[in-house]
């Protein structure tokens, strides 16, 4: 979290291992992830990326692995995954907007990163970001949760 900001923790979301949607010869149950990074085609991310947990897990797990495409974005992944041009990781809370992609792994541990909503110090009184935080906050937080 930026120093400069303030706001508040909404949840820690789990991330697994989801298929493309037709991608041949995967098998929509869940498997040893080490059997997944072994013979699956991915989507990654960008190499040059630093900051995310994310982008840290994939260099270290998928360094030699069949990376068939890199992107930047969660939505990126996902329509990828639509697809069906190989394996990727996605956030839980994405699972509600795409139920045609089915974890086909354990979740990620190391991937369980919290998630914050924050806005500038300046603005926190402001009555709408007041507001907003609190109503999209507990939504976020609720759902979250509920474990999407």
């Known amino acids: 979290m930026a120093d400069h900001l303030v706001g508040r923790p909404l949840g820690r979301p789990n991330a697994g291992s989801m298929p ?3 991608l041949r ?4 149950t869940v498997q040893p992830l080490a059997t997944l990074v072994r013979d699956a085609p991915w989507v990654a991310f ?8 994310y ?35 996605l956030p839980t809370f994405m699972a ?21 909503m924050l806005t500038h ?5 402001t009555a709408r970001v007041r507001v907003f ?10 759902r979250l949760a509920a474990g999407g």
């Open 25 to 28: 010869g995967c098998r929509k």
């Open 55 to 89: 982008d840290h897990w994939m260099r270290k797990h998928l360094a030699h692995a069949q990376v068939r495409l890199r992107v930047d974005i969660f939505n990126a992944v996902a329509a990828m995954l639509h697809t069906g041009i190989a394996v990727g990781i």
């Open 46 to 53: 960008e190499r040059d990326s630093q900051a995310r947990v």
């Open 96 to 116: 509600a907007n795409h139920p045609d992609l089915v974890p086909v792994s354990e979740t990620i541990p190391e991937l369980s990163v919290p998630v914050w």
């Open 133 to 142: 935080m609190q109503h999209v906050g507990d939504a976020v937080a609720a």
């Open 121 to 125: 110090p300046d603005l926190r009184q």
């Open 20 to 22: 493309g949607a037709a």
